[in-house]
């Protein structure tokens, strides 16, 4: 099963502009407890190289593009997001870096937990020990 889970937001558009929103539930498939955006990145540093033991997530890139690597300790994946009614859904356990930002980049995350240091997995050796007790 691919990793790429991509959700199709409806635009609102019309000569004015477009309009997207983005509702607990609805578009997004969990509850949102944070936003968060990036911006100001380096097409040449990479950011992420981390799991997460629960927290799910969005990403939207909102303005520019980016690629996003995703791994669950069996397959790799690389998707490129450069369209702002797109999103990716990126699950518990699952192994993410972002790169190749392009300059005018930013990245909004919609998250269904609060920041917590702890449910952080950096280490990619503990991850993949983790996903092949998980895999068996
Ligand atoms: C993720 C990817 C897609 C906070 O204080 N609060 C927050 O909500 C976040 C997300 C970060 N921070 C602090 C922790 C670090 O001192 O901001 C600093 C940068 O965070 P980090 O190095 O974890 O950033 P990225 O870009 O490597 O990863 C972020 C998210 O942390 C992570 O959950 O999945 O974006």
């Not at 983005?22 to 981390?50: A, C, Q, T, W």
Request: net charge negative; with cysteine.
């Amino acid at each position: 099963m691919s990793l790429i889970k991509l959700i199709k937001f409806e635009s609102l558009g019309d000569e004015r502009g477009q309009l997207i929103s983005l509702e607990s539930n609805k578009n997004i498939p969990f509850d949102i407890k944070r936003v968060y955006y990036m911006h100001g990145m380096e097409s040449d540093k990479p950011r992420g190289f981390h799991a997460h033991k629960d927290l799910q997530q969005v990403l939207v890139c909102v303005s520019g593009s980016c690629k996003i690597l995703m791994d669950d300790g069996k397959q790799q994946e690389t998707v490129e997001l450069s369209d702002s009614s797109v999103g990716l859904f990126i699950d518990k356990m699952i192994w993410r870096e972002m790169h190749d930002f392009s300059g005018d980049c930013v990245l909004m995350v919609l998250a269904n937990a609060w920041y917590d240091e702890s449910d952080y997995i950096r280490g990619y050796d503990v991850f993949k020990q983790l996903m092949s007790g998980e895999n068996k």
